[in-house]
T-cell receptor, first 119, second 114 residues
């Protein structure tokens, strides 16, 4: 069974600085996807960034980038130039690639990291 | 376009009652998934529907059920409510079962069982 571990329950960073959130996962699968989601107080889960396991190149979305280390099963999120609006819970999630019938398709989640961006 | 809409936003129910939650996916999305979020267990998969059929189911008791309509809207039902069912229930939609670009989530329904 797959598991996702986020070892930092809480983190804080000063506005405009850079912060890295850690995520490790355990799987015997070779084809899968990794995601970082953000959940602000509004409760809506928002997709931040996505990585396909078969791609060696790290994904980047504006101020957000990942460090994907497949052999080490590590998937950290770096937030550059932190903004007050980045304050939220951040969840790392894993999904195994299934056949197109989607059997057993589901997200496996870490317990989250609460990030506070301080002015 | 409109996002994923979940109704109601909040619910308070008594133990033993039943509850129905609703989810309208993004227009054109045909797959709807449900997740339960609690402080202790985190996020756990409940089930996924596609073309009005349940395709996947998580490890929840039979009291948790769902369905999907021809317009892709989905409902989930919890019968004989227990205190432990208090949670945020999140609905997510995707294009289809081969869509791995990441789900789009609604804002959830906060269920409190007293």
């Amino acid at each position: 069974a797959q598991t996702v571990t986020q070892s930092q329950p809480e983190m804080s960073v000063q506005e405009a600085e850079t912060v890295t959130l850690s995520c490790t996962y355990d799987t015997s699968e070779n084809n899968y996807y990794l995601f970082w989601y953000k959940q602000p107080p509004s409760r809506q889960m928002i997709l931040v960034i996505r990585q396909e396991a078969y791609k060696q190149q790290n994904a980047t979305e504006n101020r957000f980038s990942v460090n994907f280390q497949k052999a080490a099963k590590s998937f950290s999120l770096k937030i550059s130039d932190s903004q007050l609006g980045d304050t939220a819970m951040y969840f790392c999630a894993f999904m195994k690639q299934e056949d197109n019938a989607g059997n057993n398709r589901k997200l496996i989640w870490g317990l989250g990291t609460s990030l506070a961006v301080n002015p | 376009k409109a996002g994923v809409t979940q109704t109601p936003r909040y619910l308070i129910k008594t133990r033993g009652q039943q509850v129905t939650l609703s989810c309208s996916p993004i227009s054109g999305h045909r797959s709807v998934s449900w997740y339960q979020q609690t402080p202790g267990q985190g996020l756990q998969f409940l089930f996924e529907y596609f073309s009005e059929t349940q395709r996947n189911k998580g490890n929840f008791p039979g009291r948790f059920s769902g369905r999907q309509f021809s317009n892709s809207r989905s409902e989930m039902n919890v019968s004989t409510l227990e205190l432990g069912d208090s949670a945020l229930y999140l609905c997510a939609s995707s294009l289809d079962l081969a869509d791995y670009y990441g789900y789009t989530f609604g804002s959830g329904t906060r269920l409190t069982v007293v």
